[in-house]
DNA sequence: TTGACATATCAAGATTTATTGATATATCTA
DNA sequence: TAGATATATCAATAAATCTTGATATGTCAA
């Protein structure tokens, strides 16, 4: 079904800007073989602290990753539910019919 | 294969950018069942012509649309390869195992 | 031609997002 | 306990993005 709500509208441009950004992508890209701390990701991505804790911000309140305390260390991981929504609305936003169809006569007027 | 290159992950950011915007996905959602003029798009989402302007240009650089002059009207129309594009990097970002996996051992230090 | 129309672009300001350095809060270890 | 460590948050600035109104460009029709 295409997307319809305002609603559906936001939460799809909320996903879309969470991943709008090469530190964000990388961050997904190292946790897509499972759960890491943020230490290792700061190792690996050579970002100032303060600033990855920002990305990892983001990405969590797009509902991308979630987190988990363990003594003095956080944990990330990616959540698939997310995922799952994001290809279903790349789906719906996806061309219906071959190019040039669908056109209702001339327009304007 | 997972995302690799600076390029890829510069690309995948500038794709989701584009798509990070409530009234450019309205305009995506107008133009899924086929091309449409400028003029009938400003009517329907009742936007200022100059700001629907610049959303179709964000949306052609990035290659999600691609428009066609016809006398004093624009056509735009979605790009399929473009969300092929985006399916394909959404799949390379999606987590692969199953939660918890893929840790090596305890980190930081 | 001249004027109306469709669209793009531009300049200015408003808003949002990102970066940096500083500080706060827990938790661990000696 | 005191100091070290991991992380979050905050304040200030910088940079990017969006909106608006004005102007430019090309095309059509009278």
Redesign the interface.
């Known amino acids: 079904m ?2 319809q709500t ?1 609603h559906d ?2 939460r ?2 909320e996903i ?2 969470a ?4 530190t964000r ?2 961050i ?2 190292m ?7 943020v ?2 990701l700061q190792d690996s991505l050579g970002a100032a602290q303060s600033r990855l804790s920002f990305h990892l911000r983001v990405l969590k309140d797009a509902g991308i990753v979630s987190d988990r305390r363990e003594g003095r ?1 956080s ?1 990330y ?2 959540n ?1 539910e997310t ?1 799952d929504d ?2 279903a609305i ?2 719906d ?5 071959q ?5 209702s006569g001339e ?2 007027n």
Chains 1, 2 share one sequence.
């Open positions: 295409p997307i305002v509208t936001a799809a441009a879309f800007q991943l709008s950004d090469e992508l990388e997904i890209a946790l897509e073989s499972g759960e890491r701390c230490c290792e260390w944990y991981e990616l698939r995922f994001a290809e790349l789906k936003l996806r061309p219906r019919r190019r040039n169809e669908g056109r327009c304007c």
